[in-house]
């Protein structure tokens, strides 16, 4: 190893070993993702044209140029739609193709298989090919159809009777009414957004929670989507937490929008609400990913947000992501609600939201007093599609001991 002027070892060959070290983990990654993306769209070439199913020259090759001109335009589009220069248009067009290949590859992977299985019961060949094919592409276009009108249409009323042991009889049926992920972005919906305060409101609540994503972009791009939740009216608290699409840019930004439209933001902090002479804690954390951000003053602080607040009230926390009902459960919260996770959104992906996170939907209980109610969420993220994972607005009526 060479030597300093002072006789101690320099580390020039380290310092030149590490633009190589990034320059072949940039190489790995974009290998990989060039794999998954010729995967995305290889295999419903096949099975839809190429496999066996005797379509004529021009079809399969007009079909392998096409999936070929999207794969290769798909990262472009990301790029330039979620990227620096935020172009909706590129964002759009590049989400809906997501979600088309996505539905294409699972349900070709499917007819694959059904292919292998009705070849071992010697129901293979040609037509059969051609059956398979035309019935993935049919349900697939279904499935497509049927989530788009169900991304966008304002969410089913989801009502769920939570009994909080701790909860004091004047606020048995305290109505509570959570918004998570209405992910307002490169779609307008103005006017969906409108219809969802207008459904909200119809609900009389008495608190209502905006769990967090509330847009994908800058609040100059989506103030006119968000301004409607101004019009949101509850007898109580309204009030939101980050999510972690906020730490994407302008977190503190949200956080005073949203203050400005009328709602308490829950930055690490709770407040007291009293029904019927009795008292519930409302506490408010940042999400997970608040604190690899590099903003100052932000993360998920469950001892800041509880500090002050008497140990005997019952505590509703609002937290972005299931998995910080961890920290929840040993801050001994009553009731922790969430969202995040969609209900997995695109079908079978909650499957891989399960790795990642406790509970995909619903009620849960975690440790002997913290119950979790994890939202499905409004809006969606990315492409625009539900499918089997339907939004919601959550009416969860709490109860008392009887």
């Given at each position: 190893?060479?030597?300093?002027?002072?006789?101690?070892?320099?580390?020039?060959h380290g310092?030149?070993?590490?633009?190589?070290g990034?320059?072949?983990?940039?190489?790995?990654?974009?290998?990989?993702?060039?794999?998954?993306?010729?995967?995305?769209?290889?295999?419903?070439?096949?099975?839809?044209?190429?496999?066996?199913?005797?379509?004529?020259?021009?079809?399969?090759?007009?079909?392998?140029?096409?999936?070929?001109?999207?794969?290769?335009?798909?990262?472009?589009?990301?790029?330039?739609?979620?990227g620096?220069?935020?172009?909706?248009?590129?964002?759009?067009?590049?989400?809906?193709?997501?979600?088309?290949?996505?539905?294409?590859?699972?349900?070709?992977?499917?007819?694959?298989?059904?292919?292998?299985?009705?070849?071992?019961?010697?129901?293979?060949?040609?037509?059969?090919?051609r059956?398979?094919?035309?019935?993935?592409?049919?349900?697939?276009?279904?499935?497509?159809?049927?989530?788009?009108?169900?991304?966008?249409?304002?969410?089913?009323?989801?009502?769920v009777?939570?009994?909080?042991?701790?909860?004091?009889?004047?606020?048995?049926?305290t109505?509570?009414?959570?918004?998570?992920?209405?992910?307002?972005?490169?779609?307008?919906?103005?006017?969906?957004?409108?219809?969802?305060?207008?459904?909200?409101?119809?609900?009389?609540?008495?608190?209502?929670?905006?769990?967090?994503?509330?847009?994908?972009?800058?609040?100059?791009?989506?103030?006119?989507?968000?301004?409607?939740?101004?019009?949101?009216?509850?007898?109580?608290?309204r009030?939101?937490?980050?999510?972690?699409?906020?730490?994407?840019?302008?977190?503190?930004?949200?956080?005073?929008?949203?203050?400005?439209?009328?709602?308490?933001?829950?930055?690490?902090?709770?407040?007291?609400?009293?029904?019927g002479?009795?008292?519930?804690?409302?506490?408010g954390?940042?999400?997970?990913?608040?604190?690899?951000?590099?903003?100052?003053?932000?993360?998920?602080?469950?001892?800041?947000?509880?500090?002050?607040?008497?140990?005997?009230?019952?505590?509703?926390?609002v937290?972005?992501?299931?998995?910080q009902?961890?920290?929840?459960?040993?801050?001994?919260?009553?009731?922790?609600?969430?969202?995040?996770?969609?209900?997995?959104?695109?079908w079978?992906?909650?499957?891989?939201?399960?790795?990642?996170?406790?509970?995909?939907?619903?009620?849960?209980?975690?440790?002997?007093?913290?119950?979790?109610?994890?939202?499905?969420?409004?809006?969606y993220?990315?492409?625009?599609?539900?499918?089997?994972?339907?939004?919601?607005?959550s009416?969860?009526?709490?109860?008392?001991?009887?």
């Open positions: 190893m060479p030597a300093d002027e002072h006789g101690a070892p320099s580390d020039e310092a030149a070993e590490a633009p190589a990034r320059r072949r983990g940039w190489i790995g990654r974009v290998l990989v993702l060039l794999a998954v993306l010729t995967s995305l769209f290889f295999l419903p070439w096949w099975v839809l044209l190429a496999s066996g199913t005797g379509w004529p020259a021009p079809v399969v090759a007009g079909g392998a140029i096409l999936c070929g001109a999207a794969e290769l335009a798909l990262p472009v589009a990301m790029v330039l739609g979620h620096g220069r935020q172009l909706d248009g590129a964002a759009r067009t590049a989400d809906t193709t997501l979600g088309v290949v996505w539905v294409l590859f699972v349900w070709s992977a499917l007819g694959g298989v059904l292919r292998i299985v009705l070849a071992v019961a010697g129901a293979g060949g040609q037509e059969t090919a059956a398979v094919s035309v019935t993935v592409a049919v349900v697939a276009a279904a499935l497509l159809t049927w989530g788009y009108v169900e991304a966008m249409r304002v969410p089913r009323i989801r009502r009777e939570v009994t909080i042991p701790r909860l004091g009889p004047g606020l048995d049926g109505r509570v009414v959570v918004l998570a992920d209405t992910h307002y972005g490169p779609i307008d919906r103005a006017r969906w957004s409108a219809r969802v305060a207008d459904a909200v409101n119809a609900l009389e609540p008495d608190i209502v929670c905006h769990a967090g994503d509330i847009a994908d972009g800058t609040i100059a791009r989506r103030r006119e989507q968000v301004a409607p939740l101004g019009t949101v009216r509850a007898r109580l608290a009030v939101y937490v980050t999510g972690n699409h906020e730490y994407h840019g302008e977190a503190q930004g949200w956080l005073d929008l949203m203050t400005g439209l009328g709602w308490e933001a829950l930055h690490n902090r709770h407040l007291t609400v009293e029904r002479g009795d008292r519930l804690v409302l506490a954390v940042d999400d997970r990913t608040a604190a690899s951000s590099g903003l100052t003053g932000h993360s998920a602080d469950h001892d800041t947000a509880l500090a002050g607040a008497d140990p005997g009230l019952p505590v509703l926390l937290a972005h992501q299931p998995k009902v961890t920290q929840a459960v040993a801050s001994g919260v009553d009731l922790q609600v969430s969202g995040h996770t969609h209900g997995g959104q695109i079978p992906f909650h499957y891989l939201v399960r790795l990642d996170q406790p509970v995909v939907r619903g009620l849960s209980r975690h440790g002997d007093r913290t119950q979790l109610y994890t939202s499905r969420g409004a809006g993220w990315g492409p625009p599609f539900r499918i089997f994972a339907p939004s919601e607005i009416l969860l009526v709490l109860r008392s001991p009887a």
